[in-house]
């Protein structure tokens, strides 16, 4: 039986896995939400997912990737998501990934990690600021298109308040006044695209292809709010949030054949 070699992006808020055989292609993939319990989550999702396929090499990263210790070793996230974006779109410059509890954004030369910067100390650019909209609107996270469908026209409202906390306060005061929640909502990505670029600086010029990957790059307008700031257009992956645990597998099976030349990910 021929090894598979897997890739587990154990996030903050959804854990994710992918396999690739000794061509580098996607074999199987799989995502199930992230648990109190990261590590018995990630092998059970390994044990499922694998079913009969004999894994000959795993690679862990992600938020919770030390504790997964039946992990052959770690990697970090700005490696992965560097190498399975790479994998991707060879052409990439660039890369914006907006997690549940970080945002990164990754210059990239030939494939590899030149330099990035990271916010991981404020939720106001992250996954967690739609997430508690959401909460207040009563909206399953996966359903936000519902709240934009039907949306009057009008400018986003302004968020001011640059932190979480705060905003939310706020956001009950725009309820109570009646603004739309379609408004709102596209002021909350406007303001989550603002400090994205803030973040990127000067780099937001770098030529080559910007792709938006992770969670919130299926979340509906988000990409439109953050071209719109950023003022260029941004590439999406088919499966943005896959985009680290692929990473991952290809180190995975590099670790194993070291000598293997080109990647296929179909």
Same mark, same amino acid.
């Given at each position: 039986?021929?090894? +598979?070699?897997?890739?587990?992006?154990?996030?903050?808020?959804?854990?994710?896995?992918?396999?690739?055989?000794?061509?580098?292609?996607?074999?199987?993939? !799989?995502?199930?939400?992230?648990?109190?319990?990261? !590590? %018995?989550?990630?092998?059970?999702?390994?044990? &499922?997912?694998?079913?009969?396929?004999? !894994?000959?090499?795993?690679?862990? #990263?992600?938020?919770?990737?030390?504790?997964?210790?039946?992990? &052959?070793?770690?990697? =970090?996230?700005?490696?992965?998501?560097?190498? *399975?974006?790479?994998?991707?779109?060879?052409? @990439?410059? @660039?890369?914006?990934?907006?997690? /549940?509890? &970080?945002?990164?954004?990754?210059?990239?030369?030939? /494939?590899?990690?030149? &330099?990035?910067?990271?916010?991981?100390?404020?939720?106001?650019? =992250?996954?967690?600021?739609?997430?508690?909209?959401?909460?207040?609107?009563?909206?399953?996270?996966?359903?936000?298109?519902?709240?934009?469908?039907?949306? #009057?026209?009008?400018?986003?409202?302004?968020?001011?308040?640059?932190?979480?906390?705060?905003?939310?306060?706020?956001?009950?005061?725009?309820? @109570?006044?009646?603004?739309?929640?379609?408004?709102?909502?596209? *002021?909350?990505?406007?303001?989550? !695209? #603002?400090?994205?670029? @803030?973040?990127? /600086?000067?780099?937001?010029?770098?030529?080559?292809?910007?792709?938006?990957?992770?969670? +919130?790059?299926? +979340?509906?307008?988000?990409?439109?709010?953050?071209?719109?700031?950023?003022?260029?257009?941004?590439? %999406?992956?088919?499966?943005?949030?896959?985009?680290?645990?692929?990473?991952?597998?290809?180190?995975?099976?590099?670790?194993?054949?070291?000598?293997?030349? /080109?990647?296929?990910? *179909?």
């Amino acid at each position: 039986m021929s090894s +598979v070699y897997v890739g587990i992006d154990a996030g903050s808020r959804a854990i994710k896995l992918i396999a690739v055989d000794e061509s580098g292609k996607t074999v199987c993939r !799989a995502i199930v939400d992230q648990s109190i319990q990261p !590590a %018995v989550t990630a092998r059970e999702l390994v044990d &499922d997912t694998l079913g009969p396929l004999r !894994a000959g090499r795993c690679v862990a #990263t992600g938020y919770a990737r030390n504790v997964l210790t039946f992990a &052959d070793r770690t990697v =970090t996230e700005i490696t992965c998501h560097a190498k *399975g974006c790479a994998s991707l779109h060879p052409e @990439a410059g @660039a890369i914006i990934e907006i997690g /549940g509890q &970080d945002s990164k954004f990754i210059r990239l030369q030939q /494939g590899r990690v030149h &330099d990035f910067a990271m916010n991981d100390r404020c939720a106001a650019g =992250t996954g967690r600021f739609l997430e508690m909209v959401a909460v207040r609107f009563g909206v399953p996270l996966a359903e936000m298109q519902e709240v934009l469908r039907g949306e #009057t026209c009008g400018p986003p409202v302004t968020i001011s308040s640059m932190c979480v906390v705060f905003a939310e306060t706020e956001i009950i005061g725009l309820l @109570a006044a009646g603004t739309p929640p379609a408004v709102i909502l596209r *002021g909350v990505q406007r303001a989550i !695209a #603002t400090r994205i670029v @803030a973040m990127m /600086g000067e780099r937001k010029h770098l030529p080559g292809d910007i792709l938006f990957t992770g969670g +919130v790059a299926q +979340v509906h307008g988000m990409r439109e709010a953050l071209e719109q700031v950023l003022g260029r257009g941004l590439k %999406v992956p088919e499966q943005p949030q896959y985009t680290g645990a692929l990473g991952a597998a290809l180190i995975a099976r590099q670790d194993a054949m070291p000598d293997a030349q /080109g990647i296929s990910n *179909g």
